[in-house]
């Protein structure tokens, strides 16, 4: 038996592949619009939006933006085999962009009075990662 087998039947972790580039450009001071327009498949970048527009309470934006960087995630996730639920787990760096859409979507949804959106996307970050959520906030 391996260390790692997960003995509750459940799912295996989803570990996306790393994508260093828009990562890379975000810590080297590139714009999260500069780094989006590059790579439209950043959830990081797109999450990276969503954190400043909120920042400058533009909650719609940050809304709109939270949910692409949500979105490029679900597709990423389900081109690398997951199948709807599962950990996705916070500790592997290539998978923060999109739980960092999620919680931004979830915030922005509480922040626009979207309760139901806000209950379903914040007990989808604790499902998904539950370091994530704590870290997250």
Same mark, same amino acid.
């Given at each position: 038996?391996?260390?790692? +087998?997960?003995? @509750? ?6 570990? @996306?592949?790393? &994508?260093?580039?828009?990562?890379? !450009?975000? %810590?080297?001071?590139?714009? $999260?619009?500069? =780094?989006?327009?590059? *790579?439209?498949?950043?959830? !990081? %970048?797109?999450?990276?939006? $969503? &954190? +400043? ?5 533009? =909650? =719609? +934006?940050? *809304? ?5 960087? *949500?979105?490029?995630?679900?597709? $990423? ?24 859409? !999620? ?5 922005? $949804? #509480?922040?626009?009075?979207? #309760? +139901?959106? *806000?209950?379903?996307?914040? #007990?989808? !970050?604790? &499902?998904?990662?539950?370091? %994530? %959520? #704590? =870290?997250?906030?």
């Amino acid at each position: 038996m391996s260390i790692h +087998e997960n003995l @509750l039947g459940g799912p295996p972790p989803t570990h @996306l592949p790393d &994508d260093p580039e828009p990562r890379e !450009l975000l %810590a080297s001071g590139a714009t $999260a619009a500069e =780094v989006a327009g590059r *790579y439209p498949t950043s959830s !990081l %970048a797109w999450a990276r939006l $969503a &954190d +400043e527009a909120f920042e400058r309470d533009s =909650v =719609v +934006e940050s *809304y709109a933006y939270a949910r692409t960087g *949500y979105h490029r995630g679900l597709d $990423a996730l389900r081109r690398n085999g997951w199948k709807g639920h599962g950990p996705v787990p916070w500790e592997h760096e290539p998978n923060r962009g999109f739980l960092r859409a !999620l919680h931004a979507l979830a915030r922005a $949804a #509480q922040a626009i009075g979207e #309760q +139901e959106e *806000y209950e379903r996307c914040s #007990q989808f !970050l604790k &499902d998904s990662s539950p370091t %994530a %959520a #704590q =870290v997250l906030g």
